[in-house]
């Protein structure tokens, strides 16, 4: 047998029809092959002449917002509120908080989240000469810091007389006057001084903090030494370009109530608002959208949850500047099976991701997540990012307290449409637990009075997002369940960060944008998977085997 000359290799190659593969487009003909998940195909190496720490993983979510790595958490009760939306923002993603709460909770855990790294401080926390060791301690209590600027007037603007810190007051009686405890002997920087060379000044007085004096001494803004310090810790932190804040972002309904629970979250900092409904393509949606656009017209919104083209050129006209896409994929979503409405969530993507990019609009693949493979799925068929609930749940930042279930150390998981979420803050319903039987908590809430039902209108987050809050009876579209633990989000995150990066490696491109170019033209090819394909890709043939996913 005559075999070729191994330098006509190429050569010989070009003799092809096509490349090895599926193109995107042949992948997702819905005709051939019906609606398709994450599971279902998967994507052809490339060439590897690169490192993987070489490889970028910013990716846009809004118009005008782009991360450093394209993870969100999900606006759910279990999953984010404070400490998880810091997390997040500090690795480079985002946390929504969701609004399952008080809006005062809710702008709470977002002015928290806008405190934490500052860059500088615009609104300083300021006291008086005449006020005392007590009211610094309060402060301290409340928000975790006492470098606190002294001003003649206790105010931002006033002139600067002192400031005081955790050593000015540590053996200080209560009642002692700040005018006898602060120091006074200040180091400041000048008006107009650039972030950089602020940080320069503060870094070589080895202060706690820098204030920020104009030419007649008034206090303007202050720098923190523990901003600098997170900056070398947090290289990837999402942050707004002018001020150095952390992004922030929180969910909020389509009712007019939403709109004063808003207007709390703005004058917090909110730089980003998601509008939370299962089915976005709805006349509340549209109204709230122009609404907000008419009122914050610098607040970015995310609408939705949208799967189809027609979804989604309802709320790009309305003014969405990014789009959520999923509609009963997640793990505790049973909206597919009970409501027989829906999309797979490949082909949900795919469809909105190619409509929207027309306009500039990004779209957030949101629902059925659980692993780094099908994040890389998702950018690939055109996503900016990958919204994640159940994959975060159980790990240390998010809210609750973790149990034992079956001799597994767990904490509590459940969909926004379960049952037990639209009964949160029922008259007569516990929060996290059932009437009490022999002293402790039962397994089922105990239902309201009817006195209590006539006197209160139940309205929150679960029952708006899925339009029943004055339906009599609650038809479910999630369920309740835990899940294991997963350790600190802070090293789960960068464990989904690095696996991007080698995926990406593998698929040889050396970014996120370079990945969807080479998709939409072709030179990134797919594969479908068999169910054999799909046993035969995963763990099999084993007695019994132990996964560790990162060390």
């Known amino acids: 047998m005559t075999f070729l000359n191994p330098s006509k290799a190429f050569e010989e190659l070009k003799k092809y029809p ?3 593969g599926l193109s995107v487009k042949e992948l997702m003909n819905s005709t051939l092959h019906g609606g398709l998940t994450y599971n279902d195909f998967l994507m052809l190496p490339g060439k590897i002449d690169f490192s993987a720490n070489e490889v970028l993983t910013e990716s846009r979510i809004t118009r005008n917002v782009v991360l450093k790595t394209p993870f969100i958490s999900s606006p759910m009760d279990t999953v984010t509120e404070g400490e998880m939306a810091i997390s997040m923002a500090l690795l480079g993603g985002i946390g929504v908080i969701h609004h399952n709460q008080s809006a005062a909770a809710q702008a709470a855990m977002v002015r928290a989240v806008k405190r934490h790294e500052n860059g500088f401080i615009t609104d300083p926390v300021v006291l008086s000469p005449d006020q005392y060791v007590e009211d610094v301690l309060d402060v301290k209590a409340r928000l975790g810091f006492c470098g606190i600027p002294i001003t003649d007037t206790g105010a931002l603007g006033g002139k600067l007389v002192g400031i005081v810190t955790s050593r000015d007051v540590q053996f200080q009686p209560r009642s002692a006057l700040l005018a006898d405890v602060m120091t006074t002997d200040l180091i400041t920087a000048p008006e107009g001084v650039t972030l950089s060379e602020a ?7 080895k202060k706690g903090k820098l204030p920020i004096v104009d030419s007649q001494g008034r206090l303007v803004s202050l720098l923190a030494r523990s901003d600098l310090l997170k900056n070398q810790t947090y290289p990837l932190a999402s942050k707004r370009p002018e001020s150095k804040q952390l992004y922030s972002a ?12 808003l207007a709390s979250l703005v004058e917090a900092g909110l730089d980003i608002v998601v509008i939370d409904s299962s089915q976005g393509n709805s006349v509340f949606q549209v109204e709230m959208i122009q609404w907000i656009k008419k009122t ?10 949208v799967v189809t083209r027609e979804q989604a050129a309802t709320l790009i006209a309305a003014g969405a500047d990014g789009l959520r896409v999923g509609m009963g994929s997640g793990s505790i979503c049973i909206t597919q099976e009970i409501m027989a409405v829906g999309r797979p969530q490949a082909s949900a993507i795919y469809a909105v991701a190619e409509f929207a990019s027309r306009f500039g609009v990004p779209v957030i693949a949101d629902g059925g997540i659980s692993n780094v493979g099908h994040i890389v799925k998702a950018l690939a068929l055109g996503a ?23 001799g597994k150390r767990v904490k509590a998981y459940r969909g926004m449409g379960s049952i037990e979420a639209m009964a949160k803050g029922k008259p007569g319903m516990a929060q996290n637990s059932g009437s009490k039987v022999n002293g402790k908590p039962g397994k089922y809430p105990t239902p309201p009075s009817k006195a209590q039902a006539e006197n209160h209108v139940h309205e929150n987050a679960a029952t708006t997002r899925y339009f029943s809050e004055s339906s009599t009876v609650k038809v479910a579209q999630g369920v309740s369940g835990d899940v294991q633990d997963k350790g600190s989000v802070k090293d789960f995150l960068p464990y989904l960060h690095a696996g991007l990066q080698h995926s990406l490696q593998d698929i040889g491109v050396r970014n996120v944008r370079e990945l969807q170019d080479g998709v939409s033209e072709g030179r990134v090819r797919f594969e479908l998977r068999t169910a054999s394909a799909q046993v035969e890709g995963g763990v099999h043939g084993l007695n019994s085997y132990t996964k560790r996913l990162f060390a």
């Open 384 to 406: 900016g990012a990958v919204m994640m609930g159940g994959l975060l749940a159980g790990t240390t930042e998010a809210p609750g307290e973790y149990f034992y279930h079956e």
């Open 18 to 20: 096509s490349s090895d």
């Open 199 to 205: 940080n320069d000044i503060l870094r070589d007085s």
């Open 296 to 305: 914050y017209p610098s607040l970015e919104i995310i609408a939705g949850n």
């Open 250 to 261: 929180a969910a909020i309904g389509t009712r007019p109530v939403d709109r004063d629970r």
